[in-house]
Nanobody
Framework: QLQLVESGGGLVQPGGSLRLSCAAS????????IGWFRQAPGKEREGVSC????????KYADPVKGRFTISRDNAKNTVYLQMSTLKPEDTAVYFC??????????????????WGQGTQVTVSS
């Protein structure tokens, strides 16, 4: 079961930054594209960003473009989402999962791993 564990969420003021981590303990992430998704209260889960297995391709949803940066450290078997200039509308539970490929902003239909618990990000003053 390809399940990942998210961490790094928290409460941050508007304009602040957070770095989320997505780690695997039971398999190697080396060969997988990874997607970050988020789900705000009352809204559908949406794709935020993705990164190819090599790290050479990244995609971002328009609302986060220029503010979020996805990266991976295969030696640490971890994918990161650096979030800067956070806005209240970024408040959501953030999830990561393996996806089929990173050729476009991921959708829930491109994932083939399991959903984890997610990590809560709250942007509020």
């Amino acid at each position: 079961q390809l399940q990942l564990v998210e961490s790094g969420g928290g409460l941050v003021q508007p304009g602040g930054s957070l770095r989320l981590s997505c780690a695997a303990s039971r398999f190697s992430l080396d060969y997988y594209a990874i997607g970050w998704f988020r789900q705000a209260p009352g809204k559908e889960r949406e794709g935020v960003s993705c990164i190819s297995s090599s790290g050479g391709i990244t995609k971002y949803a328009d609302p986060v473009k220029g503010r979020f940066t996805i990266s991976r450290d295969n030696a640490k078997n971890t994918v990161y989402l650096q979030m800067s200039t956070l806005k209240p509308e970024d408040t959501a539970v953030y999830f990561c999962t393996t996806i089929s490929s990173c050729t476009a902003v991921p959708t829930i239909f491109s994932r083939f791993g399991s959903w984890g618990q997610g990590t809560q990000v709250t942007v509020s003053s």
